[in-house]
Each structure stands twice: as structure tokens, then as C-alpha cells.
Nanobody, 121 residues
Framework: QVQLVESGGGLVQAGGSLKLSCGAS????????TAWYRQAPGKQRELVAR???????TIADFVKGRFAISRDNAKKQVYLQMNELKPEDTGVYYC???????????????WGQGTQVTVSL
């Protein structure tokens, strides 16, 4: 089994910063693409940022210039640095990863339980 656990969420004032972390544990041979999604109340889940094994990243336009995604493959951690936070960034942030449990095995998608981020005026 594979578990993804997010941390680092909380309440912050507009203009502030938070750094989210996502740690993977369990039977893992390799972790491929990892991403952060978010879901605001009453809205659909949306992709915020994605990072590939080789470090290439994509950032959604609505957070570009404010958010950055990074990863530490050795620690099986992925991070989301969020700066200049706005009230519209409020939501539950989820980590998702493509994981291979055995060398040469299949790729499976895993999700964390999410961490709440609330940005106040």
C-alpha cells in the first residue's frame, strides 16, 4: 500500500505565505509525476501545479508567479510554496502521485486526504 500525507495548511492573512508538504510512504519503487490540486467550496477540483521526475514543472496560470512546486526524490516529498496568498486561494489542497510499487510494475494513481488552506482578508 501507498500513503500520501499532506501537511502545512492553515489560516493565513492575505499576502502571506504557506509551504505545503506531501510525503509518500509504503511500498514504493519509484514516484513519477506528482501534482497539487485544490478544491474550493462549491467548486470543482482544479490542477494547481505538476512536477515530473526530472524536475520539469507546470504551474496553473491563476497562481503563476506566486506558487512554486518542488520535490525531493530521496525523501519522497513534494512541496508547494505559496506566496502572496489571496482569499480566492482558499480551499482543500490535495497531493496526487503516480507510483510504481515494484520495478517494472504498473503505475497507479494515489491521492492524499488533503490539507485545508484558508486565506483571510
Amino acid at each position: 500500500q501507498v500513503q500520501l500525507v499532506e501537511s502545512g495548511g492553515g489560516l493565513v492573512q492575505a499576502g502571506g505565505s504557506l509551504k505545503l508538504s506531501c510525503g509518500a510512504s509504503g511500498t514504493i519503487a519509484s514516484i513519477g509525476t506528482t501534482a497539487w490540486y485544490r478544491q474550493a467550496p462549491g467548486k470543482q477540483r482544479e490542477l494547481v501545479a505538476r512536477i515530473w521526475w526530472d524536475g520539469r514543472t507546470t504551474i496553473a496560470d491563476f497562481v503563476k508567479g506566486r506558487f512554486a512546486i518542488s520535490r525531493d526524490n530521496a525523501k519522497k516529498q513534494v512541496y508547494l510554496q505559496m506566496n502572496e496568498l489571496k482569499p480566492e486561494d482558499t480551499g482543500v489542497y490535495y497531493c496526487a502521485a503516480v507510483v510504481k510499487q515494484r520495478p517494472g510494475g504498473r503505475n497507479d494513481d494515489y491521492w492524499g486526504q488533503g490539507t485545508q488552506v484558508t486565506v483571510s482578508l
